[in-house]
């Protein structure tokens, strides 16, 4: 056996293990699925205005949006949906908002994240006319 530090290491290529690993895109979309709310009218945040991101969701960079963007709107989207927890969810996406941005949202996110929401909320699917299309 190998040593490191003068401590003998047992080298494990996880043979014994009788569980797989998961595969990355099932442990995203399974990360993404926790973080959903129950139902979509949990989604109850402002439709205008200005709207400031707490830190724990955005960590460098534009922490302030306005929903009366739209590209600004997108983007706030966009990053509540990857970064948030179900509670920041609530707080800041409304509902309305989300059906009427999600046929282009749905392109800007990640296939993990989309799959996750539109497999919970099938209205999302609905709302984009381009879905089969759109990757």
């Not at 595969?23 to 129950?38: K, M, N, Q, S, W």
Request: net charge positive.
């Amino acid at each position: 056996m190998p040593q490191f530090c003068g401590v003998t290491v047992r080298i494990s290529d996880n043979k014994d293990m009788n569980v797989p690993p998961a595969p990355r895109a099932e442990t995203l979309r399974d990360r993404y699925r926790r973080r959903l709310p129950h139902r979509l009218e949990e989604l109850d945040g402002p439709v205008h205005g200005a709207v400031d991101l707490p830190l724990h969701i955005v960590w460098s960079g534009r922490t302030n949006y306005s929903l009366d963007r739209p590209k600004s709107c997108m983007t706030l989207y966009r990053t509540v949906l990857a970064e948030g927890m179900r509670e920041d969810l609530a707080v800041f996406l409304n509902r309305r908002l989300l059906l009427e941005q999600w046929p282009v949202l749905r392109r800007l996110i990640s296939p993990h994240l989309r799959d996750a929401w539109e497999d919970a909320f099938p209205e999302l699917v609905r709302s984009a006319p381009s879905a089969g299309t759109a990757a």
